[in-house]
């Protein structure tokens, strides 16, 4: 794929882009480390950072959005069994490596039987 861009260009729109989000996760470090202990509205929404950042990696990769030959949504429903039932040993267990396993268990077996 061509681009109307020259390779110094490109790299310095990484660059550039590698330096703003570096700046952008220091400038937080700074604050809160200025800042002493964070007031207690913070703490309790900087908890739930980490199950969100998850969510929203795994959200799209159960739903697709599909333009095939009308806009709709493909779900692929082994995905959707095995996150399924790693949110229940999830829940369960609070065993990152069950929950790891299971679900892996549940997508393999599943796509092996459609």
């Keep these: 794929m061509m681009t109307e861009y ?7 729109i990484f660059i550039a882009i590698g330096i703003g989000t570096y700046g952008l996760r220091l400038s937080f470090i700074l604050i809160l480390g200025r800042m002493g202990d ?4 913070l703490s309790g929404l900087l908890r739930f950072i980490p199950a969100t950042v998850l969510a929203a990696l795994i959200a799209p990769t159960l739903a697709v959005l599909s333009v095939d ?6 779900v692929d429903y082994a ?32 796509q092996a039987v459609v």
């Design 38 to 41: 964070p007031p207690p509205y």
């Design 69 to 74: 030959p009308g806009v709709g949504f493909e």
């Design 6 to 12: 020259g390779l110094r260009t490109i790299w310095m």
């Design 79 to 110: 995905k959707v069994a095995a996150c399924l039932v790693a949110v229940g040993i999830a829940w369960r267990t609070e065993n990152v490596l069950a929950t790891i396993c299971g679900g892996l268990g549940v997508l393999w077996a599943v």
